[in-house]
């Protein structure tokens, strides 16, 4: 087996996402979400038909989920970390 194959075997099936909370470089994420958003505000504020404000919103909306989901998963890496450490340290 391969050790690219190998290795995406071994994560719970988000390899890009682990990658981005283990390294913790959300440099490329942070730079495309922003201006991702907005250009989503632009598309929000605008009073054209056919919902695309409202659907910019919706879309904002699953940006501002998303990095809030980074945010957990970093919260609990760290409460991870913390409980190895312990554990570790034991007798």
Not at 5 to 17: C, D, V
Not at 69 to 84: A, D
């Amino acid at each position: 087996m391969a050790k690219n194959n190998q290795e995406e075997t071994l994560t719970a099936g988000y390899p890009r996402i682990e990658k981005l909370v283990e390294t913790e470089d959300f440099d490329a994420v942070n730079k495309s979400f922003a201006a991702s958003f907005d250009e989503l505000q632009k598309i929000a504020k605008q009073k054209s038909g056919l919902g695309k404000g409202k659907a910019a919103k919706k879309a904002m909306r699953a940006y501002e989920l998303t990095m809030d989901l980074f945010k957990e998963l970093l919260r609990l890496k760290y409460q991870m970390m913390e409980v190895l450490k312990k554990e570790g340290a034991k007798p």
